[in-house]
C-alpha cells in the first residue's frame, strides 16, 4: 500500500513530471500559486500574472488557496506515471521534503525580511542609511561569530551582499 511520497522537488519532477515547480512562474504543484509577475502580460492576465497569486500573501484569504488542485487536474497538466494509476493516490499525498523548504527557502526569506525590516530606518540600528545600517548588523553578527569561533567570510553572509558590495 503507497500512502505518499516525500522527497525534494527535484525528484518529484523526474517522478511526475512536474510542470509547476520553484524554477517556474507558476511554482506550486498543489495550487496556481506564482512566484514572480511577468512584465511581457498584463497583470491579472488569466489570473496567472495577478499580484494576488504571488505565493509569498499569506493568510486564510490567499487568492491561490482557491486554486487547489485535484488528483485529476494534477495528472491531466502532469501526465499519468504508473504511480498515479494506483488507486487512492492523491496529489494531496507527495509531500515536500521538510529540510528544502525550511532551511533552503523559508529560513533565506525570513533572515532577508528581518534584516530589511531593522533597517528601514534607525530605530533598531545607527546610520544613515541603509548600507551603514546593514553594516552595523555584519559587525554585530562578526563580533558573536568571532567569539564563538565560527567566523565566516563576508561573503558567506550572502543577505548584506546586495547592500554592501
Same mark, same amino acid.
Given at each position: 500500500m503507497l500512502d505518499g511520497i516525500e522527497a525534494d522537488q527535484d525528484y518529484l519532477r523526474?517522478?511526475?513530471?512536474?510542470?509547476?515547480?520553484f524554477g517556474r512562474q507558476e511554482c506550486c504543484h498543489y495550487c496556481r500559486?506564482?512566484?514572480? @509577475?511577468? =512584465? !511581457? #502580460?498584463?497583470?491579472?492576465?488569466?489570473?496567472?500574472?495577478?499580484?494576488?497569486?504571488? &505565493?509569498?500573501?499569506?493568510?486564510?484569504?490567499?487568492?491561490?488557496?482557491?486554486?487547489?488542485v485535484t488528483t485529476d487536474e494534477f495528472v491531466a497538466l502532469n501526465g499519468n506515471t504508473p504511480l498515479t494509476q494506483i488507486i487512492g493516490v492523491s496529489v494531496w499525498r507527495l509531500y515536500p521534503d521538510h529540510m528544502h523548504?525550511?532551511?533552503?527557502? @523559508?529560513? =533565506? !526569506? #525570513?533572515?532577508?525580511?528581518?534584516?530589511?525590516?531593522?533597517?528601514?530606518?534607525?530605530? &533598531?540600528?545607527?546610520?544613515?542609511?541603509?548600507?551603514?545600517?546593514?553594516?552595523t548588523i555584519w559587525l554585530v553578527y562578526l563580533e558573536w561569530a568571532s567569539a564563538a569561533r565560527h567566523l565566516l567570510k563576508l561573503e558567506t553572509f550572502s543577505c548584506l551582499l546586495v547592500y554592501i558590495r
Open positions: 523526474v517522478l511526475f513530471g512536474l510542470q509547476r515547480y500559486a506564482v512566484q514572480w @509577475l511577468r =512584465a !511581457d #502580460v498584463p497583470l491579472g492576465h488569466g489570473g496567472v500574472n495577478s499580484p494576488e497569486m504571488l &505565493f509569498t500573501s499569506w493568510g486564510h484569504d490567499s487568492r491561490h488557496r482557491t486554486s487547489l523548504i525550511v532551511h533552503l527557502a @523559508l529560513v =533565506a !526569506d #525570513v533572515a532577508t525580511s528581518l534584516l530589511l525590516d531593522f533597517t528601514d530606518d534607525a530605530s &533598531f540600528f545607527a546610520g544613515n542609511t541603509r548600507d551603514q545600517r546593514l553594516g
